[in-house]
């Protein structure tokens, strides 16, 4: 526990069991449970995480936001904790995203990678251009200033769960559940930098940077459009979604 209260992990993963295992291996101590969603790994994912006490959830249908869903129904935390499994994400900045939680009485905070091994790679420079792109997106369709729309980090209050509507099952997810949170002024949210290092993942990336990379635009338009035509419908929370 922190700040007296319970917290939780989840951690979405696909063929990660090299990456897991670093990840869980460096986790706070004050971490109450971690939920490691394994969809549909045909590595030692499962095996793995369960080795260093991670609680695995089991989704056989297929996305990122898929598992993602199906892990937050199952984290029993106050507050959640989300990262990816490739030990990108730094597990040390974990106690100071809570801190400022906590200290600023917020809702939701998006962590913002702050790159600390710029290489003049194409695919480096691709996703740094691509997230520039979303990011300038948002910003005309939404009224929003995102640094990094695309974050996989994030450290919420579980309640925010109850009050967000995000349809997507894949990639897009990430982005839209940020919309819904920095869109509706109920919620007090804010992106905090982080140091990130993309070269020292684990594994192969899961992101296609064309296929994916369209397909979270496109969405963007699509989220616009059901944000502006949906006010006075029921809105379906994460929880309510099967």
Avoid at 88 to 106: G, M, V
Avoid at 153 to 163: D, H, N, P, Q, S
Wanted: aromatic fraction near 12%; charged fraction near 30%; charge should be positive.
């Amino acid at each position: 526990m922190r700040g007296g209260k319970k917290i939780s992990v989840v951690i979405p993963c696909y063929n990660e069991e090299v990456g897991i295992a670093q990840v869980l291996s460096t986790m706070p101590d004050f971490i109450d449970e971690v939920v490691v969603v394994d969809n549909n790994s045909i590595d030692n994912t499962s095996q793995v995480a369960r080795k260093y006490g991670a609680r695995v959830v089991f989704e056989e249908r297929k996305g990122y936001g898929r598992a993602y869903k199906t892990g937050l129904s199952q984290a029993g935390g106050d507050i959640i904790i989300t990262m990816d499994g490739d030990a990108t994400y730094p597990r040390i900045a974990i106690a100071y995203l809570l801190d400022i939680l906590f200290e600023d009485n917020l809702d939701f905070i998006s962590a913002w990678r702050v790159a600390i091994d710029w290489r003049e790679s194409l695919d480096y420079i691709m996703r740094f251009v691509g997230n520039r792109i979303f990011n300038l997106t948002i910003l005309l369709l939404y009224g929003r200033h995102l640094h990094d729309s695309q974050s996989g980090m994030w450290v919420f209050k579980r309640e925010v769960l109850r009050e967000v509507e995000v349809t997507s099952d894949g990639m897009p997810f990430s982005q839209e559940l940020k919309l819904e949170v920095f869109c509706r002024r109920k919620f007090r949210s804010r992106e905090v930098p982080v140091q990130f290092s993309y070269y020292k993942r684990h594994g192969d990336s899961k992101l296609s940077l064309w296929r994916d990379g369209i397909k979270n635009y496109l969405q963007l338009f699509v989220k616009r459009l059901r944000m502006k035509t949906s006010k006075s419908e029921k809105r379906i929370t994460i929880y309510d979604q099967p």
